[in-house]
């Protein structure tokens, strides 16, 4: 019944720009600590941005200043808005929802519920 279906990934220059949007079905949307994950090929997956019900955020120190995450509860979406991207950004993005009360530490065990993902590709 949970579902979540990520938009918005390609391929970009660095120093570009991407939006990534993530809309929720089958969950209490206003809730629910949402959050953006992403995972490159060999590497563990890492937490880039989470929010709470109430807005607050927490973002990963290599994103800071250039990722921004919001939510929609009215139309329950979540947004990574991505400036100033970089190679090392390059990665399969996930939204997640369900976060635990540990969701500003953004680990992926407190999250439940995940979308199929969306590729970021960042290169010259």
């Known amino acids: 019944q949970v579902q979540l279906v990520e938009s918005g990934g390609g391929s970009v220059q660095p120093g570009g720009s991407l939006s990534l949007s993530c809309t929720v079905s089958?969950?209490?949307?206003?809730?629910?600590?949402m959050g953006w994950f992403r995972q490159a090929p060999g590497k563990e997956r890492e937490g880039v941005a989470t929010i709470n019900n109430s807005g607050t955020t927490s973002y990963a120190d290599s994103v800071k200043g250039r990722f921004t995450i919001s939510r929609d509860n009215a139309k329950k979406i979540l947004f990574l808005q991505m400036n100033s991207l970089k190679p090392e950004d390059s990665a399969m993005y996930y939204c997640a929802a369900g976060g635990s009360v540990f969701w500003e530490e953004r680990r992926p065990s407190a999250f439940s519920y995940w979308g199929q993902g969306t590729q970021v590709t960042v290169s010259s």
């Open positions: 089958g969950t209490n949307y206003s809730r629910d600590r």
